[in-house]
């Protein structure tokens, strides 16, 4: 789901970092920028200045699906369900086959497309179309590392807001509006590799942006340059329409911000109209959200409330209560609330601030993937503590208004019944952390998919179809691919590290060709030549029932089979100032996100209590001891 990026270092055979390194590198995982500060010299190239040069995204050939398809197929299923799918391929891709007749409208769709034939199908079947409640299943979470000072250790009652956490909170509040005028204005430095320019659009997309139930499906509204003045800030279920920018986008310092942010709570600590907590719809199942919405925008009140909700700049959430010290509990936080309270979950980024100082963010992901949001993460908490901008003077500001919602009778009812819902899916959640620092250099992303690989075999005694996500930036618009990290090579190796009788050469050469075969994969998926997304369009490009009766390759069982990934991984390196997670997005999968940083190696495995084959706590013990073994042999 989340973009990938690894730091290369020495434990790997020399002979594959000699080999793939260097274009690993710089070409798979190159955030220019990523340095932890925001560079801005306005004597380089615009922000977006290179986007005219930057390729369209190719249509691989069908015959280059086809081969890297069955490869793909080759360590999941018997021979004779292989064979039954390599029939169908062959059938669908042969000449005069419906095959041809879907990649010729494939490339007739990408002639009308403005930048991109898979742009739009991806937005909207990825995430869109998806009605299931976002909370879990698309949303992500991220926590940021402790403020320089720390957080506060006492004890704090709930119910406390305290002096440090809102001046991290207008800390933060600060740092993201610098970022914004910086993209606006196109001050941040177009991103290149060696092989050319990165795409730099989904930029736009962070600030001033938010998904909108509705029906069939969702919509997504954004804009730029994004000039809105206002934020909302939640605390206690009551939403505040919060300015924090003058005319013309003027600055304010930090403790202004601090006074606006200390209104609210003043506000809410003296009333006595607490508004149902709306925001609880959010993590709602779409269509019943959708409806509510409906209902809910039909009253001029609620319509203006909502339209102010959409526009703000982004959101953030106080909450009067801090977590256990335990990193198992803290970021469940960050994750669900414990119970979706206090939360607005369509906001493309929403900013939470505990009492003792911890925080952290949830993001919405249909409209980017975790490289932008992550090279802003890593410019706000870097910059900690916050200073005032320049030019900055206190200027008279509105004063925080709360928003006062007008209920029809039906209301109370779906919140109520929301929040059931909601608490059964954040019950089922098994989320734990493993952070492994007991060496301090890491391999490349390569190395982590194997112990991945290797730990999955080890606890359930075979393979499984896996899934992480490579950057198809470097085309106008581009998002992923699948890398379909389990191969013939990574099988003969986790089959042959545990094997007594196999020397340590032998594995040796089992892990060196494992490694090769996903840094293979990873370049052709980067390349836009992977398997899924090509395979989505062509089967976007069925018409009739007639042509659909025929498609075999999409009924056949090995295609949806292939694509369960029990492991869904991503790579949101480097995790210095943050490391995240999210969902597993099977019922009987786990979802793995991992961070590599200058100290280690910070993982969160996500699984559902409801299948009794998965269990993250056991998950991560195998893994840790997976990365124990391959320390000791490699």
């Known amino acids: 789901m989340l973009i990938t990026r690894a730091s290369l270092v020495r434990i790997l055979p020399n002979t594959i970092i000699k080999r793939h390194s260097q274009y690993l590198y710089k070409s798979l995982f190159p955030i220019v920028s990523r340095n932890f500060s925001l560079q801005i010299d306005t004597e380089k190239p615009k922000t977006f200045s290179n986007q005219h040069i930057i390729p369209r995204q190719p249509i691989p050939t069908l015959q280059e699906t086809a081969e890297r398809y069955k490869k793909s197929l080759l360590p999941i299923f018997r021979s004779e369900d292989y064979a039954r799918a390599v029939n169908v391929i062959d059938e669908f891709v042969k000449v005069g086959g419906l095959g041809e007749v879907l990649q010729s409208r494939l490339h007739e769709l990408d002639k009308f497309e403005k930048y991109s034939w898979l742009e739009n199908l991806w937005l909207n079947k990825a995430y869109l179309e998806w009605r299931e409640p976002t909370l879990i299943n698309v949303n992500w979470w991220c926590e940021f590392k402790d403020h320089p000072n720390g957080i506060l250790k006492q004890t704090l009652p709930k119910g406390q807001v305290t002096d440090f956490q809102i001046n991290r909170a207008a800390g933060f509040i600060s740092n993201l509006l610098s970022f ?8 941040i430095p177009p991103e290149t590799t060696r092989q050319g320019p990165l795409c730099m659009n989904q930029y736009r997309k962070q600030f001033g942006t938010s998904r909108i139930a509705d029906f069939p499906s969702d919509r997504i509204i954004s804009s730029w340059p994004t000039t809105a003045k206002h934020i909302i800030v939640l605390f206690r279920d009551q939403i505040f329409n919060v300015q924090v920018l003058g005319e013309g986008g003027a600055r304010i310092p930090i403790k202004d911000i601090e006074r606006q942010l200390k209104s609210i709570v003043e506000q809410v600590n003296n009333t006595s109209e607490l508004q149902l907590p709306i925001g609880l719809l959010t ?121 006062k919602w007008v209920n029809d009778s039906s209301l109370e ?28 250099k890491f391999s490349p992303d390569a190395f982590v998919q194997m112990a991945l690989q290797l730990a999955y075999y080890r606890q359930y005694g075979e393979p499984c179809p896996t899934y992480e996500s490579a950057s198809t930036r470097g085309f106008l618009h581009g998002r992923t691919e699948t890398v379909r990290s389990c191969s013939v090579d990574s099988v003969a190796f986790t089959k042959a590290f545990d094997d007594k009788d196999i020397k340590k050469e032998q594995k040796l050469a089992l892990f ?88 280690g190696i910070k993982f969160s495995i996500s699984s559902y209590k409801t299948c009794k084959q998965t269990d993250s706590v056991s998950f991560r013990k195998t893994l840790k001891n997976v990365f124990d073994d391959l320390r000791a042999s490699l």
Not at 563 to 582: A, T
């Open 180 to 187: 914004n005028d910086a993209i606006n204005n196109e001050l």
């Open 283 to 403: 993590a709602e199942h779409r269509d019943i959200w959708a409806a509510a919405r409906k209902s809910l925008e039909s009253i001029p009140e609620n319509r203006f409330n909502l339209e102010v909700i959409d526009t703000a700049l982004f959101c953030v959430a106080l909450d009067d209560y801090s977590t256990d010290s335990d990193i198992d509990i803290t970021h469940h936080n960050l994750f669900h609330a414990f119970n979706g309270r206090n939360r607005w979950f369509d906001k493309s980024l929403q900013f939470i601030v505990q009492s003792n100082g911890r925080a952290g963010v949830n993001g919405e992901h249909s409209p980017a993937d975790a490289v932008i949001p992550g090279r802003i993460f890593d410019d706000i908490v870097s910059k900690e503590p916050a200073q005032d901008p320049k030019n900055s003077y206190s200027i008279s500001l509105p004063v925080p208004k709360h928003l």
């Open 512 to 599: 060196t060709n494992a490694i090769k075969a996903h840094i293979e994969y990873m370049i052709s998926a980067t390349n836009g030549k992977g398997v899924d997304r090509h395979l989505l369009g062509l089967r976007c490009q069925i018409q009739s029932e007639e042509e659909k009766s025929r498609a075999h390759i999409f009924t056949d069982p090995t295609y949806i089979q292939s694509m369960y990934f029990k492991l869904s991984s991503s790579n949101m390196s480097p995790g210095d100032y943050f490391y995240g997670g999210f969902g597993a997005v099977v019922p009987e999968g786990y979802g793995v996100n991992y961070s590599i940083g200058k100290e």
């Open 413 to 440: 009812t779906v919140i109520n019944k929301a929040q059931s819902n909601i608490q059964k899916v954040i019950d089922n959640v098994d989320s734990v952390l493993l952070h492994y620092n007991e060496y301090a």
